[in-house]
């Protein structure tokens, strides 16, 4: 028998309602929690909250834990790591897990050119160092990246960052010589043009129009990108598109970026995401799936680039002992059957998508590649209005059912479970999102 969430109280229930107060008056008030979730534990796609409902996630803690929660031998590898040591800090120190897992990435990494890695403990740690370094080793000053972009929320990663401007309301002024760019976003292409016949025409752009008339192209360090976009809407650039803005980029000598810290590792079926665009970057950017929850972010850069002295950059907690064996386990995990799995439940959710699309006006794109899949929220299919409240209640109306989704971009939702996703999950949190979509759908009119 399949097995279903089970929501036995009212949400949020007692206990859950006890800790939202408590919440409120002691945490940040910054989060943005859509829903009242409140999380005891978690098995694989399933988790628990303090009030016993069980839920079927397939936010997977914002496309981290892609190993499932708790998968018991990344558990084990915790255990086994934290008997030893738990922190010498590999900024002043060697020990193994830092240099094996260094090691391990520089290998995975697409191309065959010499890698190294620095370690950090988060996305925008490691979009950071992606930075800094852009500078170090160009000395040069500017770089570029893209509307709807997110690289995080520290100073340099939130500079480059576009996604909304809640991130950047009263935090003027940013570093400086960012110019951001139309993202390929074919669905509300910026230059209201249709690919293919446009001919990628925002790749053009820069170098006719932009490298001629504000940017000098041999001032720009970098050019920041996700391979696919993330909090901006899970959008799913043009198969050349990647190819086109890198051959741009090394006309001028600029260095490409890819920040792969939500697209990357195992979840779109490949490794990283920019494979499936065959393009090897200069410097990528990873965290979330790296190590199934635990805090580690890392930079891979050629080692030709990555070239900067000692004590340019560094971080106490960075390349942690235990996140570097989780990471271990995790990639082991991807590389065993995740990685695959990731591919073909994907194509399985996608089609799935697509079938209710024929039946719900309001699901206007379905996109996605593997297990990072968008749904975006339109009034109609003609006007391609957004229909960003209708998204919210459609969020909230799965969770009351016990599925757990996130939004992305201003009208979209995501699924983005654990790779360890079952066909029957799938079945699952398809049958609870059409009843979602439904009950909106009939409680009121857009
Ligand atoms: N880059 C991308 C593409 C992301 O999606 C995120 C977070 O969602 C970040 C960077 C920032 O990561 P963190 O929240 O770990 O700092």
Redesign the pocket.
């Known amino acids: 028998m399949r097995k279903s969430p089970q929501i036995k109280t009212s949400l949020p229930g007692p206990r859950a309602s006890k800790l939202i107060k408590l919440d409120g008056t002691y945490v940040s008030p910054s989060y943005t929690r859509i829903y009242p979730l409140v999380v005891k534990k978690g098995t694989g796609l399933w988790i628990h909250d303090v009030d016993d409902n069980v839920f079927l996630d397939f936010t997977a803690g914002?496309a981290v834990n892609a190993t499932g929660h708790c998968h018991p031998e990344v558990v084990d590898a915790i255990k086994k790591q934290a008997d030893k040591l738990l922190h010498m800090s590999g900024t002043d120190f060697y020990y193994t897990s830092q240099i094996v897992l260094a090691e391990k990435l520089a290998l995975i990494a697409p191309g065959n050119e010499g890698k190294r890695v620095y370690f950090g403990n988060?996305?925008?740690e490691a979009?950071e160092a992606a930075f800094k370094l852009a500078r170090w080793h160009t000395k040069r000053e500017l770089n570029l990246a893209f509307f709807g972009a997110?690289?995080?929320?520290t100073m340099g990663?939130l500079s480059l960052t576009a996604s909304k401007t809640v991130q950047k309301k009263h935090y003027n002024p940013f570093v400086p010589g960012i110019t951001h760019i139309p993202y390929p976003y074919c669905y509300r292409c910026a230059y209201n043009l249709c690919y293919p016949e446009c001919g990628v025409a925002c790749v053009h752009w820069v170098e006719d129009t932009l490298f001629r008339t504000t940017i000098p192209p041999e001032e720009v360090a970098a050019i920041f990108v996700?391979p696919i976009q993330?909090?901006g809407g899970y959008i799913v650039p043009p198969p050349e598109f990647h190819r086109q803005m890198y051959k741009v980029a090394k006309k001028y000598g600029i260095l490409y970026v890819v920040?792969e810290?939500?697209s990357g590792m195992g979840r779109t079926g490949k490794m990283f995401a920019i494979e499936h665009f065959g393009v090897n970057p200069d410097m990528m950017?990873l965290?979330?799936v790296i190590a199934s929850g635990l805090p580690l972010?890392a930079l891979v850069a050629r080692s030709d680039i990555m070239d900067w002295e000692a004590g340019s950059h560094a971080s106490t907690f960075g390349g942690n002992p235990v996140s570097c064996q989780a990471a271990m386990k995790t990639i082991e995990l991807l590389e065993q059957d995740l990685m695959s799995n990731a591919a073909a439940q994907g194509d399985y959710l996608m089609t799935g998508l697509r079938e209710l699309q024929k039946r719900h006006e309001c699901m206007g794109d379905v996109r996605g590649k593997g297990l990072m899949v968008g749904v975006e929220l339109v009034k109609d299919r003609e006007s391609k209005a957004p229909a960003r409240v209708w998204r919210t209640k459609i969020v909230k109306a799965a969770f009351e059912r016990g599925l757990l989704l996130l939004g992305c971009g201003e009208n979209s939702i995501r699924f983005c479970p654990a790779l360890t996703v079952t066909q029957a999950e799938i079945d699952e949190c398809l049958s609870i999102f059409d009843a979602a979509i439904q009950e909106v759908a009939d409680s009121q009119s857009l």
């Open positions: 914002i988060s996305g925008a979009v997110f690289h995080g929320r990663a996700e993330g909090e920040d810290v939500q950017a965290a979330k972010g």
